[in-house]
């Protein structure tokens, strides 16, 4: 039986409940064994935690994370919580996710996005696991949430898209960063001058899939065994061989979720 160590790449986020997967999921995460990669799949609520789970428990390389998403923090009750809680009891749940906020859509109001941040990270905390951090325009009061609970995290920020300075604050915290299909689109210089910066140690591969398809699928239904796309881009921003950057980031994966 293969082991995480025995991967060549981890996708550290996707959805793989996503009903997007529904006519040929089987198909999707066959793809990903045959190329030896990895996956967490996330939960954006309680019901997409607990088939992530069920995911994970079917799939010897697949893991679950589990949480709610800004997007549905006023689903966020104590009952909820307890359950989620209940979840991270089961063996192949390795982080709370993905929580945090999101001020572009605004689906749940902005108090209630940060109440649910706080309760989630003190779970988190409570439980010893690491996050999952969703950010979207939202940093200032992201930022201040972080600071105010600790100096020091556990987790990643998922889908980072802010340039080398934002960098350096997330890495001050102590939070690994997640690199996913945006590194490749033209228009993204400021992410990759960033990605240059960020050492190697602190980088996560992902692909949000089936969102953020990566060039040259854009446009098409993403899914993890393009995760290889953007380690041959954080290869190419950063000078060195491809295989370098596999072997980083899969440990990386492996020790901040405890694989």
């Known amino acids: ?66 949480g709610v998403h800004p997007h549905d923090a006023k689903t966020l009750d104590e009952d909820v919580l307890s359950r989620l809680d209940d979840l991270t009891k089961e063996e192949w749940v390795v982080a709370i996710g993905e929580i945090g906020l999101d001020y572009y859509r605004d689906l749940s109001p902005r108090k209630v996005q940060r109440r649910a941040f706080r309760e989630q990270l003190t779970l988190a905390r409570r439980i010893k696991l690491p996050v999952i951090v969703h950010n979207r325009e939202s940093t200032d009061d992201l930022l201040g949430i972080l600071n105010d609970l600790s100096s020091s995290h556990r987790g990643v920020i998922h889908s980072f898209l802010g340039d ?39 980088i996560l591969i992902e692909t949000d899939c089936p969102y953020l398809t990566p060039l040259p699928h854009r446009g098409k239904r993403n899914e993890p065994a393009y995760v290889h796309y953007m380690a041959e881009m954080v290869a190419q921003i950063k000078g060195i061989p491809v295989g370098e950057v596999e072997k980083q980031t899969t440990e990386n994966a492996i020790d901040l979720f405890s694989l």
């Open 164 to 202: 080398a300075a934002l960098a350096e604050e997330f890495l001050a915290l102590g939070f690994h960063l997640g690199i996913g299909g945006p590194v490749t689109f033209k228009q993204n210089e400021a992410l990759r001058e960033a990605v240059k910066k960020i050492p190697l140690e602190r």
């Open 1 to 66: 039986m293969l082991m995480a160590e025995s991967l060549t790449l981890i996708d550290t986020h996707a959805h793989l409940d996503s009903s997007d997967y529904n006519d040929d999921r089987a198909a999707v995460i066959a793809r990903a064994f045959t190329a030896s990669i990895g996956v967490i799949t996330v939960g954006v609520d309680l019901r997409s935690s607990k088939e992530a789970l069920a995911l994970a428990q079917r799939h010897r390389l697949i893991w679950a994370a589990v």
